[in-house]
């Protein structure tokens, strides 16, 4: 079935760039986002890509997309410690999401 | 206003218990779902509705059955919990079901079985 795979961590000081990886095995999905989860709470769109596009860009936010490679990374610029959560991408397909297993992002005053 | 709301937030019960939770949307969107997000954060897709129809029903036990009394309500019902069923549990929904369609995510409710 369908794989999306991150790394489960990722330590950055506060000013610096994040970049957040995704890969994904699923040829046929149609659009991939980005979702972010705070300690406790639910899931908040931060961003999509549709698959024939290489990068968007939406403020501080960087999506880059390889669909060759199967390969989205999310770029932070200037991470700041309220940019401290869980961040999952997510490819879509059809009418279903799959998930990655979440990259915990933690920033260092 | 909660674009999507699930109550309850929190649920503490034993084994063998039967349990439900609620969803509702106040966005006029036709597609709700359920996910489950385990201890290690992994985020697996439940079921999916589109105007009160089943059109998602990934690999689930038959303890859990969802119901759709209307467009805006998707509550799941689980019988004889298990400790395994220990999860955050979040609705979601989105205009249609179509993957281009943005999904807006409840606060979830997180299930500790006992």
């Known amino acids: 079935g369908e794989d999306v795979e991150q790394s489960l961590f990722l330590s950055v000081r506060e000013g610096d760039s994040s970049v957040i990886n995704c890969t994904y095995t699923?040829?046929?999905?149609?659009?991939l986002y980005w979702y972010k989860q705070e300690p406790g709470a639910g899931l908040q769109l931060l961003t999509y890509?549709?698959?024939?596009?290489d990068m968007k860009q939406d403020q501080r936010l960087t999506v880059l997309l390889n669909k060759k490679d199967k390969h989205l990374s999310l770029r932070i610029a200037d991470t700041q410690t309220g940019d401290s959560a869980i961040y999952f991408c997510?490819?879509?397909?059809?009418?279903?999401?799959?998930f990655g297993g979440g990259t915990r992002l933690m920033v260092k005053p | 206003d909660t674009a999507v709301s699930q109550t309850p937030k929190y649920l503490v019960t034993q084994m063998g218990n039967d349990k439900s939770i609620k969803c509702e949307q106040n966005?006029?969107?036709?597609?709700m779902y359920w996910y489950k997000q385990d201890s290690k954060k992994f985020l697996k897709i439940m079921f999916s509705?589109?105007?009160?129809?089943?059109?998602i029903n990934e690999t689930v036990p038959n303890r859990f059955s969802p119901k759709s009394p209307d467009k805006a309500h998707l509550n799941l019902h689980i019988n004889s919990l298990e400790l395994g069923d220990s999860a955050v549990y979040f609705c979601?929904?989105?205009?249609?079901?179509?993957?281009?369609?943005?999904?807006?995510f409840g606060p979830g409710t997180r299930l500790l079985v006992l």
């Open positions: 997510a490819e879509g397909a059809g009418n279903m999401l799959t």
């Open positions: 979601a929904s989105s205009r249609f079901p179509r993957t281009e369609e943005t999904q807006y």
């Open positions: 890509i549709f698959s024939n596009m």
């Open positions: 966005l006029g969107h036709d597609t």
């Open positions: 699923d040829s046929s999905s149609t659009y």
């Open positions: 509705y589109n105007n009160k129809e089943l059109i």
